[in-house]
């Protein structure tokens, strides 16, 4: 595929002199900027397909409607892990950012079944989540009937024009950035909304890990449908400054599975 010719820009540089065929998958193509090693889907597929890829597929989604509309955040399978993980991601968050008496914000962009916004509810958060797919959150909602009305099953996009800006102290997206389809756009969002004195946290597929170096196009991080843009530790701090943020630190993995970084983004 030598004379594949890109039509996306790369995000970071801004043009397609760099980007280079990478593989094809589901008849979607990655294409890789040789420049600054973002990889990235050339062409986005249509909305219709990638919701019905955040949902898990119909099985998954039409076994949460039957039993979401009842369920508590305590009978879901794997509560103790999820539980173990928020708190981990949690306590990270809470040493990068200063604690003071008064009541915090939180949005959690991707905020899935909701256990970090759990975590940040027992330390006297008001939280705030995004999750699109409104039967994963639902089991949340009915434990935190207060917060029902703080979850979104909408776009980031369309959920950050509610807020004025800096209104939150701790934004997270664990697992998300990868899923934007405009990156550079939500970035700049997630910067508009944070507090002088905020953070923001990231954990997200690392295109220079060493599976992915070792398995190419086999890598499981390579999903076109919902990883639209995969990025390495260097090119995220690059794309972290482009957005408007000053300093971007970045740290290993929440999880032990190889393939992700962390990074800390400071307005
Ligand atoms: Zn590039």
């Given at each position: 595929?030598?004379?594949?010719?890109?039509?996306?820009?790369?995000?970071?540089?801004?043009?397609?002199?760099?980007?280079?065929?990478?593989?094809?998958?589901?008849?979607?193509?990655?294409v890789k900027c040789e420049c600054c090693s973002l990889t990235y889907v050339d062409q986005l597929a249509n909305i219709k397909e990638i919701k019905k890829a955040h949902g898990g597929g119909n099985f998954k989604s039409i076994r949460r409607k039957?039993?979401?509309?009842?369920?508590?955040?305590?009978?879901?399978?794997?509560?103790?892990?999820?539980?173990?993980?928020?708190?981990?991601?949690?306590?990270?968050?809470?040493?990068?950012?200063?604690?003071?008496?008064?009541?915090?914000?939180?949005?959690?962009?991707?905020?899935?079944?909701?256990?970090?916004?759990?975590?940040?509810?027992?330390?006297?958060?008001?939280?705030?989540?995004?999750?699109?797919?409104?039967?994963?959150?639902?089991?949340?909602?009915?434990?935190?009937?207060?917060?029902?009305?703080?979850?979104?099953?909408?776009?980031?996009?369309?959920?950050?024009?509610?807020?004025?800006?800096?209104?939150?102290?701790?934004?997270?997206?664990?697992d998300v950035v990868e899923h934007f389809e405009d990156p550079l756009s939500d970035l700049k969002s997630i910067r508009r909304l944070l507090k002088d004195d905020g953070v923001f946290i990231v954990q997200t597929p690392n295109i220079e890990c060493?599976?992915?170096?070792?398995?190419?196009?086999?890598?499981?991080?390579?999903?076109?449908?919902?990883?639209?843009?995969?990025?390495?530790?260097?090119?995220?701090?690059?794309?972290?400054?482009?957005?408007?943020?000053?300093?971007?630190?970045?740290?290993?993995?929440?999880?032990?599975?190889?393939?992700?970084?962390?990074?800390?983004?400071?307005?």
């Amino acid at each position: 595929m030598n004379d594949y010719i890109p039509k996306r820009p790369c995000v970071i540089c801004g043009n397609t002199k760099k980007s280079r065929f990478y593989c094809e998958i589901d008849n979607l193509v990655y294409v890789k900027c040789e420049c600054c090693s973002l990889t990235y889907v050339d062409q986005l597929a249509n909305i219709k397909e990638i919701k019905k890829a955040h949902g898990g597929g119909n099985f998954k989604s039409i076994r949460r409607k039957l039993f979401g509309s009842i369920r508590k955040m305590r009978s879901l399978g794997g509560y103790k892990h999820f539980l173990n993980r928020a708190h981990k991601i949690f306590d990270f968050v809470k040493q990068r950012h200063l604690a003071s008496d008064d009541q915090k914000t939180m949005l959690d962009i991707g905020c899935n079944k909701g256990f970090l916004l759990k975590v940040a509810i027992e330390e006297n958060f008001n939280v705030f989540g995004v999750e699109l797919v409104p039967e994963v959150i639902r089991p949340f909602c009915n434990t935190y009937p207060k917060f029902k009305d703080q979850i979104f099953s909408e776009k980031f996009q369309t959920v950050s024009n509610r807020f004025e800006d800096k209104y939150f102290d701790i934004i997270t997206a664990i697992d998300v950035v990868e899923h934007f389809e405009d990156p550079l756009s939500d970035l700049k969002s997630i910067r508009r909304l944070l507090k002088d004195d905020g953070v923001f946290i990231v954990q997200t597929p690392n295109i220079e890990c060493e599976n992915s170096k070792k398995l190419g196009c086999n890598w499981k991080a390579l999903k076109p449908l919902e990883h639209m843009h995969l990025f390495s530790e260097n090119n995220f701090i690059t794309f972290g400054k482009m957005a408007g943020f000053s300093k971007i630190t970045t740290y290993k993995p929440f999880e032990e599975a190889a393939g992700n970084f962390v990074a800390v983004l400071y307005p």
